[in-house]
């Protein structure tokens, strides 16, 4: 069945829909005409300006982990697509009480608040491929959905994240609930806001993730820092293909299976500098930075396979194409990304020198 003839009309729940997946998420679902479409988000790490404000979009603004917000949530839920996190890893590791509070309570207090209700027909849960991913700085293998997963993780968060994944595996076997897991590689792309939301206790508040770090410093000139020799890899997949995916998931994903959100293509974190510096024509050379102390994840890429042959998903935006998307989004916008950084400016003194 397609995408447009199954949401369309359906009673719609994001959890994180005001975040940078969650966002370009309900815009997309708004494109299919669904009946309600339920957006809960705490802004811990988002802004309110990215709610679609639409006759059919009901804002309820809290944690998905409180009572008031989970009994305000109406019974005749179809769809629920639960995007919520703290983000990120370093926050996590500076705080590990408000991750679980944030990444691992939300997920089980509302997968308990959903599994009675009658006319649910999925829920997707936004899975990490960074938690199942083997930790290895050697040539890197594919990672398939099946494949054996450590008890050894460099993060609060990223244990939050495979925790989501149990509890969403407990809750279909146990309950029956429609539950499926949608496991992203490195999502990038228009929308992601450096310093979005609140302060969460280091600069990767502001500097959030390795893209829109990397983007905005080349429009500003400056050295990108390419940490241990830029040799890590990852898979860089654009935000509107995980919102295809997700929608993919919602329609023909199997109740209690895995799907990896990967294009399928290794790029090294050197090769992704090179490159975002010659889009956005920066000629200072990159600045070499020692290794993070607590990351082990050192090379590794998605399996894209399972995905395409049973969803019939598959990332369409090659890295190239995305990131000059990115990088016009990031030129367009750049008052309201610097407006969030300088909340921040307090603790991260050099988003003052932005003008
Ligand atoms: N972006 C990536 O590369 C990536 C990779 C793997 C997995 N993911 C997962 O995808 C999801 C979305 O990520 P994102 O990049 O859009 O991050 P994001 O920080 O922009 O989105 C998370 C959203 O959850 C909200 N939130 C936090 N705590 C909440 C709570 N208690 N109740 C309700 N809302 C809450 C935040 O305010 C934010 O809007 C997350 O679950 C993340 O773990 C993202």
């Known amino acids: 069945m397609s995408q447009t003839q199954t949401l369309s009309g359906a009673s719609i729940l994001v959890v994180g829909g005001a975040g940078f997946v969650g966002g370009a998420l309900c815009r997309h679902l708004l494109k299919l005409a669904p009946r309600r479409l339920t957006i809960v988000d705490n ?50 590791i500076l705080d590990p009480i408000t991750d679980h509070q944030n990444n691992t309570l939300t997920t089980l207090k509302l997968f308990e608040r959903l599994k009675d209700m009658p006319d649910l027909r999925k829920v997707v849960y936004s899975a990490a491929g960074c938690a199942v991913a083997r930790k290895t700085f050697d040539t890197a293998q594919a990672t398939a959905e099946d494949a054996p997963v450590s008890l050894i993780h460099d993060s609060p968060y990223s244990i939050s994240k495979l925790v989501g994944e149990m509890y969403g595996n407990y809750y279909f076997r146990q309950h029956g609930l429609p539950y499926v897991a949608a496991r992203f590689q490195n999502v990038y792309g228009p929308g992601e806001i450096l310093g979005a939301g609140q302060w969460r206790g280091t600069p990767a508040t502001v500097w959030r993730n390795v893209v829109p770090t990397f983007i905005w410093k080349a429009l500003h000139g400056e050295a990108l820092p390419v940490e241990n020799g830029g040799i890590a890899s990852r898979d860089f997949v654009f935000v509107d293909d995980i919102a295809q995916g997700l929608m993919a998931c919602a329609t023909n994903g199997t109740p209690g299976e895995a799907y990896n959100m990967a294009s399928g293509v290794e ?8 490159t975002i510096n010659r889009l956005a024509g920066n000629s200072t050379p990159v600045a070499m930075a020692p290794a993070r102390p607590w990351d082990h994840s050192g090379k590794r890429f998605g399996d894209p396979s399972k995905s395409r042959h049973r969803l019939g998903f598959a990332a369409s935006v090659t890295l190239e194409d995305g990131l000059e998307r990115t990088i016009r989004w990031t030129r367009d916008n750049r008052s309201r990304i610097l407006a969030a950084m300088r909340r921040h400016a307090r603790f991260v003194p050099e988003v003052k020198a932005y003008g």
């Open 43 to 92: 802004l811990l790490s988002a802004d309110i300006a990215n709610v679609p404000e639409h006759d059919v979009v009901e804002f309820i603004p809290g944690s998905i982990a409180d009572d008031r917000v989970l009994t305000r949530l109406s019974a005749d839920l179809e769809f629920v697509f639960h995007l919520a996190c703290y983000h990120g890893n370093q926050s996590s």
């Open 267 to 274: 790029t090294s974190i050197g090769e992704l500098a090179e």
